[in-house]
Nanobody, 128 residues
Framework: QWQLVESGGGSVQPGGSLRLSCTAP????????VGWFRQAPGKGRKGVSC????????TYVDFVKGRFTISRDHDKNTVYLQMNSLKPEDTAEYYC?????????????????????WGKGTLVTVSS
């Protein structure tokens, strides 16, 4: 059973937008850094964007800066990834992950260290 639940994936044309959501049905995400990772066909899983449990600071990998925005709604216990100006290179399975905030900072988390929980993923396909 997956601890996190992602939603919002789908198929879009280049330049389109999608909004991904990550929730934790069984616990609050307030004490966790939360991040989005993606795995393209034939590639390894890479960090995309993460948000801090404490001050809401964020980090983005270079190839999504200016196009993607991560945000957190504490009342809804949800973390979002707004993806604009999507490119075919963004095609991947997108995964949500959560890490207890004292384990690593968000930069290390987005490098792939310390994740406590994962979702099963949601597929994003960008093609014309």
């Amino acid at each position: 059973q997956w601890q996190l639940v992602e939603s919002g994936g789908g198929s879009v044309q280049p330049g389109g937008s999608l909004r991904l959501s990550c929730t934790a049905p069984g616990f609050t995400l307030n004490d966790y850094h939360v991040g989005w990772f993606r795995q393209a066909p034939g590639k390894g899983r890479k960090g995309v964007s993460c948000i801090s449990a404490s001050d809401g600071s964020t980090t983005y990998v270079d190839f999504v800066k200016g196009r993607f925005t991560i945000s957190r709604d504490h009342d809804k216990n949800t973390v979002y990834l707004q993806m604009n100006s999507l490119k075919p290179e963004d095609t991947a399975e997108y995964y949500c992950a959560a890490t207890r905030h004292w384990v690593v900072n968000i930069h290390r988390m987005c490098q792939g260290y310390g994740q406590d929980y994962w979702g099963k993923g949601t597929l994003v396909t960008v093609s014309s």
